[in-house]
Structures are given as structure tokens and as C-alpha cells.
């Protein structure tokens, strides 16, 4: 069955880095289009990033633009996102997301932009 894992999430100042990670199995992941989704306390889910079954072609949230770097490593089922000059806004859970026949996510990383 479809699994994604994500990791990475953490406590960081405003102006630091993250990575985090999503782990994929239990489908052909260099088929797939794969997305980050964030979601902050009282919010409603967005979209933060996409990139398609390649790598070629990335889309980002206005909001992160510049700071944010959508990849992929087939090889290793893994999608990325690296996330810089991090903000207090950026604070949320951050979920991994297939569409593939219906919305798979993952269970999410928290990440806290704070000093």
C-alpha cells in the first residue's frame, strides 16, 4: 500500500534552514507528480510545492518563493524540500502528498520558526 514518510520537521530561529524529507513506497514513484502542503494551527491546508515525475518542472507557493526548493530522488523514492530564511509564518505541519487515483498524505513534520 501507498506510504508516504515524512522527517526533517524541527524548532528553528527566523532566518534559518530545514530539510525535510518524504519517504515514498508502495507505488512506482517516478511516475508520480509529488506535492508539500503545509497546514498552520487555525488554517486551512496549501500548497506550498510541486514537482513533476521528473523533476523538471517545479511550482511554489508566492509565499516561499525564492526560499523554498522543491527535489526528487527517484533513485531513493525521497521528495525534499529545502527551506530557507525561514519565517514565523512558516510555522505549521508540513505534509507530503500523491495524487494517484485519490489524495494520499503523509502524517506530517512540524516545523516551529521562532526565537
Known amino acids: 500500500q501507498v506510504q508516504l514518510v515524512e522527517s526533517g520537521g524541527d524548532l528553528v530561529q527566523p532566518g534559518g534552514s530545514l530539510r525535510l524529507s518524504c519517504v515514498a513506497s508502495?507505488?512506482?514513484?517516478?511516475?508520480?507528480?509529488m506535492s508539500w502542503y503545509r497546514q498552520a494551527p487555525g488554517k486551512e491546508r496549501e500548497l506550498v510545492a510541486g514537482?513533476?515525475?521528473?523533476?523538471?518542472?517545479?511550482n511554489y507557493a508566492d509565499s516561499v518563493k525564492g526560499r523554498f526548493t522543491i527535489s526528487r530522488d527517484n533513485a531513493k523514492n525521497t521528495v525534499y524540500l529545502q527551506m530557507n530564511s525561514l519565517k514565523p509564518e512558516d510555522t505549521a505541519t508540513y505534509y507530503c502528498?500523491?495524487?494517484?487515483?485519490?489524495?494520499?498524505w503523509g502524517q506530517g513534520t512540524h516545523v516551529t520558526v521562532s526565537s
Open positions: 508502495g507505488f512506482r514513484f517516478s511516475l508520480y507528480r
Open positions: 514537482i513533476s515525475s521528473a523533476g523538471g518542472t517545479t
Open positions: 502528498y500523491l495524487y494517484r487515483d485519490k489524495d494520499y
